[in-house]
């Protein structure tokens, strides 16, 4: 199965354009890229999901580079509220999930 | 909105017993699965669930662990005899198209 890796933390500010980029050198053909925010103690929530190219939704971009060997999710203008941890997830066959580490994002004001 | 509902939210055992958790998936899904998150550590699949049976499930879903759907609206996971790594969220989740998760169950053994 493909693995995912992410950075273990990034800082931001508030207002500022974040950008998570996740390596997937092994990534299947059928795999789709889908990334995830968690909360303490609270279920992850989808946020994107692409397989090429840029996928644009209210809330953030994903942009896939023709090899699909990496992406990169991109949240506008974070606020204190987007502080979570930020998953990618290869979609195996989409019965299996297997998320990475994650990225704690900790946005200051 | 519709959402993924876990109960118990907080469910405390003794070491050897048997637990239930619980779950109702939103209601026009097919696919139902469970995962675990240890305290501090990632999201881990165990297994998912469609058409009545299981689809996939992972190296952590042993012998100890099954699932079941018993009526058209519930889902849930047993565990036969908890051991003390048992410990840690369940989540429930459901998809049509993206997964929803569950609030989570925190399973604490003793």
């Known amino acids: 199965l493909a693995k995912t890796t992410q950075p273990i933390s990034m800082d931001s500010y508030e207002g500022q354009e974040v950008n998570i980029t996740c390596s997937h050198n092994n990534i299947a053909t059928n795999d789709y890229i889908t990334w995830y925010q968690q909360f303490p103690s609270q279920g992850p929530r989808f946020i994107i999901q692409g397989y090429k190219t840029k996928v644009t939704n209210e809330v953030a971009s994903l942009f896939i580079p023709a090899d699909r060997k990496s992406s990169t999710l991109s949240l506008p203008r974070v606020s204190l509220s987007d502080t979570a941890v930020y998953y990618c997830l290869l979609l195996y066959n989409f019965n299996k999930f297997y998320f990475g580490s994650g990225t704690k994002l900790n946005v200051k004001p | 909105e519709p959402e993924v509902t876990q109960t118990p939210s907080h469910q405390v055992t003794q070491m050897g017993q048997e637990v239930i958790l619980r779950c109702v998936p939103i209601?026009?899904?097919?696919?139902f699965y469970w995962y675990r998150q240890i305290l501090g550590q990632k999201v881990e699949f165990l297994v998912s669930?469609?058409?009545?049976?299981?689809?996939?499930k992972s190296e952590i879903f042993d012998d100890q662990f099954s699932v079941e759907r018993p009526d058209g609206s519930n889902f849930t996971l047993k565990i036969r005899s908890t051991k003390l790594e048992d410990s840690a969220m369940y989540f429930c989740?459901?998809?049509?198209?993206?997964?929803?998760f569950g609030p989570g169950t925190r399973l604490t053994v003793l």
């Open positions: 989740a459901s998809r049509a198209g993206e997964q929803f």
């Open positions: 669930f469609y058409n009545n049976e299981i689809s996939e």
């Open positions: 209601s026009n899904h097919l696919y």
